[in-house]
């Protein structure tokens, strides 16, 4: 277990197991847990990637957060179900599904004509499976919403602990300028009643929602989108570009070295001469030198998590931290940020790209 401060950012790293690592800390202690779990598909062969997030885990993030607090977890759509389920087994209230859309996915589906077409050295055109797949193109992901349970309603929790309640008027989503937003309440507007009447005429105090304007923006729905069309009601962000991805570290300090500079870096040996790729290859295996992380989500996206469920200068958790995308929010948001990773590699490349991070 190493424990790593960033002062200036109000950011603790640990490298260690989160089952362990959060015993250092007290019950209700954390205002709110952002996090995305591992998918339990051992994507691209990743050996973390073997459940949706160990139980002890979850049981630790239960007790460490607040009564009321509210937790935000990615899935994957295969195996979403078991991360929920976990999730309420150990005594989360499972409170909503959010889906994360993006257009950015690409099919990894077997073609069962072409392969048939190949076993039997024929045209796929000729076969009667020409065109039949395995799969869909990928186009979103699930995040489980859920809270610690409390005894108290929503506002007394609120008044208590200062969590149990969702932050809709600093989500809430602009989309154009001009735009008429609205929400169903019931209310005058313009100095007008509005409502709807029944068939004697009379007010059906039931049915009377009506809209009414509201400058602030749309209110956020449980769908963020990637693709700004025709989805610009939703939250819309781009999704992670190379800046964004590599910020804080020497992407191109391997393209830097040539054959006359590489004695002078420190991992050269004499045993590697001349021998470049030996050079270069020391070096990408020990030295965060760029963000290999397979699973890198956008900063805005996390932005928008933390905002939605921690109050402001609140304490977020994310016990599956990978390359520091929430501490990089988290940052921004302006509150306290926990992160802990089992590779000491990600959590090297977490502290430089945090270190970094200026939304501006
Ligand atoms: C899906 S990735 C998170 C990626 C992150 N959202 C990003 O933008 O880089 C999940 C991470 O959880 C870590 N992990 C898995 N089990 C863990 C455990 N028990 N304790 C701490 N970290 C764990 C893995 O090493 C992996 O980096």
């Known amino acids: ?36 779990a591992p998918y339990g598909i051992e994507f691209l062969g990743k050996d973390w990637d073997n459940n949706t997030g160990a139980i002890e885990v979850w049981k630790e993030c239960l007790r460490v957060l607040k009564p009321g607090g509210y937790l935000l977890s990615f899935g994957a759509p295969r195996t979403y179900h078991r991360l929920a389920t976990n999730l309420e087994d150990i005594g989360f209230e499972i409170k909503d599904s ?81 735009d008429a937003y609205h929400d169903l309440k019931p209310g005058i507007v313009e100095g007008k009643k509005h409502g709807i009447f029944n068939e004697k005429g009379k007010e059906d105090l039931y049915a009377h929602k009506m809209m009414v304007k509201n400058d602030m923006g749309r209110f956020p729905s449980n769908v963020i989108g990637e693709i700004e069309e025709p989805y610009q009601k939703y939250f819309y962000h781009p999704k992670v570009n190379r800046k964004e991805r590599h910020i804080g570290l020497d992407v191109n300090a391997i393209d830097k070295i040539s054959q006359s500079t590489m004695s002078e870096h ?14 270069k290859n020391k070096i990408q295996q020990g030295v965060a030198n760029a963000n290999t992380h397979p699973t890198i989500k956008p900063i805005a996206l996390m932005l928008y998590l933390v905002k939605l469920i921690t109050p402001p200068n609140g304490k977020v958790l994310d016990c599956f931290n990978g390359s520091g995308s929430t501490g990089m929010a988290v940052k921004e948001f302006g509150g ?15 502290r430089k790209r945090i270190l970094a991070w200026d939304s501006k």
């Open 1 to 36: 277990m190493e424990k790593i401060e960033i002062e200036e950012s109000k950011t603790t790293l640990w490298v260690g197991d989160s089952a362990e690592v959060l015993k250092q800390y007290p019950d209700n202690h954390f205002d709110s847990v952002v996090t995305d």
């Open 336 to 350: 306290e940020y926990v992160g802990i990773d089992l590779d000491e590699n990600y959590i090297e490349i977490s």
């Open 266 to 279: 420190p991992l050269w040996d004499e045993s590697m001469g001349t021998d470049i790729n030996r050079l």
């Open 98 to 178: 959010l889906m994360w859309l993006f257009g950015s996915g690409f099919p990894k589906a077997q073609d069962v004509g072409k392969r048939l077409a190949k076993r039997d050295g024929t045209e796929a055109s000729e076969n009667k499976y020409d065109g039949w797949k395995t799969g869909l193109k990928p186009a979103h992901e699930p995040i489980v919403m859920c809270r610690k349970p409390t005894k108290l309603t929503a506002t007394d929790n609120m008044v208590e602990w200062g969590v149990g309640a969702l932050n809709i008027d600093a989500t809430r989503i602009v989309a154009d300028e001009g």
